[in-house]
């Protein structure tokens, strides 16, 4: 089965730097759009960040801060947080859209990782 794992999280103080990472394992072909989510407190799950193979887009809360990037030979997808705020603190999911065999059947879906926590104090 295909599965993504998130690393990376914790607690940093406000102006300090945190990089995640996220994972991807499973009989893998192909794997498209890369992101990264965030739900705040209280708040509803928004986009961060998303990569593609050729394209980055971003967060206008986020831009010139955060900078994603991936490592296509390792299925790994990562995201650079730079000079954090108390506002960034948040679980982050992982989020890609991968082909892969499962169950014996080739299928495209949109596969989770299972969420980090950062917290940013000010």
């Known amino acids: 089965q295909v599965q993504l794992v998130a690393s990376g999280g914790g607690l940093v103080q406000a102006g300090g730097s945190l990089r995640l990472s996220c994972a991807a394992s499973?009989?893998?072909?192909?794997?498209?759009?890369m992101g990264w989510y965030r739900q705040g407190p209280g708040k509803q799950r928004e986009l961060v960040a998303v990569i593609t193979s050729g394209n980055t887009n971003y967060a206008d809360s986020v831009k010139g801060r955060f900078t994603i990037s991936r490592d296509n030979a390792e299925n790994t997808v990562y995201l650079q947080m730079n000079n954090l705020k108390p506002e960034d603190t948040a679980v982050y999911y992982c989020?890609?859209?991968?082909?892969?065999?499962?169950?014996?059947?080739?299928?495209?879906?949109?596969?989770w990782g299972q969420g980090t926590q950062v917290t940013v104090s000010s």
């Open positions: 989020n890609a859209a991968i082909r892969a065999v499962v169950d014996g059947y080739w299928k495209s879906n949109d596969y």
């Open positions: 499973g009989n893998i072909f192909r794997i498209n759009a």
